[in-house]
């Protein structure tokens, strides 16, 4: 089995045991197996990985580490485009389409609330999920190192936090969101985009005390649920206008 040297840079190191964080550290690599393969066995998810050198050189997952090699592993480059130095697969990241395990249903309330396109379903399989990230190249939100972990995922993040509006946060620096929020744009429901409609069109389904109101009114395309600008409506742009003043900025 050849020895090799492993770095593992900023967020990454959270997965590893704190004796091996931030720190060089020597690895035996089970023969025959290649890079990714070595990864894995260390709890560490490719999903969250952009960027392997071997001796200062660009590789993918399947080069075969040979003895003596120093590896050094780095996170997804938020501020940086490293497209022409990274060697694995190009990251969908900059789309902002995400798919959420069964356990983050409150996450993707609030990121559709922001008008973030997020798959989420109480039912979903990992193998729905798995299908789902590969057919619309959306990135994995789940709280298993597990999932994350499959090589089938070219993009995830592992979600520390047991709050969502935590979680939120998490999401929102981990993949520089903060500027792109539209509020209101999805249905809290279902995930499909909204649409403006006359009141006159859905007056009979309105409440009575709603009815007078001349604020605009929307629709889900899919499944039909109606939205206006009522007290909830409020409840969540003050939850939105604190979380951002939160961090200084404005939504």
Not at 12 to 36: C, I, S, T, W
Not at 157 to 172: K, T
């Amino acid at each position: 089995m050849p020895q090799v040297s492993f770095r593992f840079y900023a967020e990454l190191n959270q997965h590893l045991p704190p004796e091996r964080r931030q720190k060089d550290f020597l690895y035996a690599v089970e023969d025959p197996a290649n890079l990714g393969d070595a990864i894995a066995a260390l709890d560490v998810p490719l999903g969250e990985i952009e960027l392997l050198l071997v001796n200062g050189v660009s590789v993918d997952y399947s080069y075969r580490p040979g003895e003596g090699d120093r590896i050094s592993v780095y996170p997804t480059f938020d501020a940086m485009d490293v497209g022409s130095v990274t060697k694995l697969e190009p990251r969908p990241h900059r789309r902002q389409a995400f798919v959420l395990d069964v356990h983050l249903g409150k996450l993707a309330h609030l990121l559709r609330m922001l008008g973030f396109d997020a798959l989420y379903r109480n039912d979903f399989s990992t193998q729905d999920i798995l299908a789902v990230a590969a057919r619309d190249d959306r990135i994995v939100l789940s709280k298993s190192t597990l999932l994350l972990g499959s090589g089938a995922i070219t993009a995830g993040y592992r979600i520390r936090s047991a709050d969502p509006r935590e979680q939120l946060v998490e999401v929102l620096e981990r993949f520089d969101l903060w500027l792109c929020t539209r509020p209101f744009q999805r249905c809290l429901l279902c995930n499909s985009l909204l649409t403006a409609v006359p009141r006159e069109e859905i007056l009979d389904r309105l409440p009575e005390k709603v009815r007078a109101l001349s604020c605009g009114f929307t629709r889900c395309p899919a499944c039909d649920r109606i939205y206006w600008e009522g007290t909830h409506a409020e409840r969540m742009k003050r939850f939105i206008e604190d979380l951002f003043a939160e961090h200084s900025l404005h939504p």
